[in-house]
Structures are given as C-alpha cells and as structure tokens.
C-alpha cells in the first residue's frame, strides 16, 4: 500500500523529508494543491479535471518535500 509506502521512507529517510512532522507535511500538502495548476503548466500536462489515485499519490509525494 503506498501510504505504508510513504511512511517506511519516512522512517528510514526521515532527514531527507522537507516536511518530516504532521503539521509541516499537511502545510506542504496544502501549499501543493494550491500551486497544483502550475505544476501541470510546467510539465506541460492538463490538470486531472477529477482526482484519481495516481493524482492523490503524486500530492501526498510532493508533501514530503515542497517548500
């Protein structure tokens, strides 16, 4: 499962993470989602009218290291 996933590395690469805490991650989650446009731009992809699973994996990775 990747949310088990994402916690391992966490656990095991915690110094690599931006946003290591609850509190940062959910800040950077936020901050992503918000900036989400942009980022489809830039890759020069149309941003998923409808969430999938693939967008939500894609938000929850970048929460782990946006600024």
């Avoid at 830039?42 to 929850?60: N, V």
Wanted: charged share 20%; proline share 6%; with cysteine.
């Amino acid at each position: 499962m990747f949310v088990l996933a994402l916690r391992d590395d966490l656990l095991a690469n915690q110094s690599e993470w931006e946003n290591p805490t609850l509190d940062g991650f959910l800040e950077a989650l936020a901050a992503w989602c918000h900036d989400m446009p942009g980022y489809f731009q830039t890759q020069g992809e149309q941003k998923p009218e409808q969430p999938d699973w693939r967008l939500i994996a894609r938000m929850l990775m970048a929460a782990s290291m946006y600024e």
